[in-house]
């Protein structure tokens, strides 16, 4: 599915931190699962609630000021 | 907290190329000094300004665009600054931001600094939201310390702060500890028989073939002399598996049996060989795919992607080589990738171009010993287009190749750990 605005610019903040990786099999497009993994990943990593959903808090939290190197966080090294 | 690599000594230099112009210099300068200061008040660490000339770490801040860094600024707000991992040492702090110190307004020097000093030791993000080495900025704090994961982070790179440090001596730089390489190579190939063991565009843009107990520079023009690849990279064996270098991490992997040499331009970093464990032994090919900034390595018919500075989930590989870079036979012999993202596979005396999607192009396979090593034809003349190897070439000793070898210090830190382990 076509992404909105402010969905594409949170899955351009996923891709360029290292939380989403771009699919290289197939299709050009990120499944929704992926997406919301690497959301919660993300919400994980900054202490928000776990929705897996692009959330006003979440939103809020891509816009703050903060380093250009990528995070190492995964499921697996949150785990 | 997460390591990304380290120092190889503990009397590191540093120097401030220019400040930014919302700060008086002598506030900036204190901010930047305060900032090496949290480090070395924890770890065995001291830094010690110069004014001119190469220094370990430098700081510089710069706007947008940059002829001397490759990341592109963004303007005021998101991302502030960024830092090279050791031993590479550039720290760039965006020049459009409003650096102050002392207020909660704009963005303070002093940690921000710090953080990217934190990179610059070899520390990666932390996951936790109040330590310095979080990936967001956490605003202004007036008695601002560092964090115990940040401590802890620093002092398994260097170990405790102890009260000995003033007056120790700087650590020689140790020779890595090489195993002996057989003194009778192999006969010298002919680049023209098309074979190749592997292929690797190397450090600045050069391209490297190897072939059994010799490497030789490919270019537009022709090709290089040959040389033993011991007399280049000291301790490295022949009849290699697969080649790599990342510009990534500026990191060559060469790969043969179930081993992993790494090195930095000429010199193996220190703890190499080491023991494959994590991908399968006696591998095919290796590239990096700029693209996405992975080395990916290939075996029979699979392949695993590796990211060298984030873990790797192996579990889900190899997979199917078929399955993303279309048109590849399998078993290739070698592999390369050129900076625009393009790949070339080779196997026998044939090699295979594929685009940025990845996809065979069209008119290919083509020969190898026409097309790369300028050879007139493939049956008729195996001489190569420009000349004759040197006669000289085939004693080659390690002063021939004397200017090569003078280059950085190598790493202290194990990259591969996520293949080695």
Known sequence: PALGPAEKEAVDYLLQYGYLEKPLEGSDFFRPEDIMEALSTFQEASELPVSGQLDGATRVRMRQPRCGLEDPFNQKTLK | YLLLGRWRKKHLTFRILNLPSTLPTHTARAAVHQAFQYWSNVAPLTFREVQAGRADIRLSFHGRKSLYCSKNFDGPGRVLAHADIPELGSVHFDEDELWTEGTYRGVN?????????????????SRYTQALMAPVYAGYRPYFKLHPD????????????????????????????????????????????????????????????????????????????????????????????????????????????????????????????????????????????????????????????????????????????????????????????????????????????????????????????????????????????????????????????????????????????????
């Open chain 2, 150 to 421: 940040d401590v802890a982070g620093i002092q398994a790179l260097y170990g405790k702060k102890s009260p000995e440090i003033e007056g120790e001596e700087e650590e020689e730089a140790e020779l890595p500890t090489v195993p002996p390489v057989p003194t009778q190579p192999s006969p010298m190939p002919d680049p023209c028989s098309g074979d190749l063991d592997a292929m690797m565009l190397g450090p600045h843009g050069k391209t490297y073939a190897f072939k059994g107990d010799y490497v030789w520079t490919v270019t537009e023009s022709g090709l290089g002399p040959l040389f033993r690849v011991s007399a280049l990279w000291e301790g490295l064996p022949g009849n290699l598996d697969a080649a790599v270098y990342s510009p990534r991490t500026q990191q060559i992997y060469f790969f043969k049996g179930d081993k992993v040499w790494c090195y930095m331009n000429f010199r193996m970093n220190r703890g190499y060989p080491k023991k494959l464990n994590r991908v399968g032994p006696s591998l095919d090919a290796a590239l990096y795919w700029p693209l996405n900034q992975k080395v990916f390595l290939f075996k029979g018919s699979g392949y695993w992607q590796w990211d060298e500075l984030a873990p790797t989930d192996f579990s889900r590989y190899p997979k199917p080589i078929k399955g993303l870079f279309t048109g590849v036979p399998d078993q290739p012999s070698a592999a390369m990738s050129w900076r625009d993202g393009r790949v070339d596979f080779f196997k026998g005396k044939h090699y295979w171009r594929l685009n940025r999607q990845l996809q065979v192009e069209k008119g290919y396979p083509r020969d190898i010993a026409q097309n790369w090593m300028h050879c007139r034809s493939q049956t008729s003349d195996h001489t190569p287009a420009s000349g004759d190897t040197p006669a000289s070439a085939t004693g080659t000793t390690v002063d021939t190749i004397s200017s090569p070898m003078d280059t950085t210090l190598n790493t202290d830190h194990f990259p591969t750990d996520a293949i080695t382990d």
């Open chain 2, 109 to 125: 020097l002093r940690i921000i600094a710090a953080h990217e000093l934190g990179h610059a030791l070899g520390l990666g993000h």
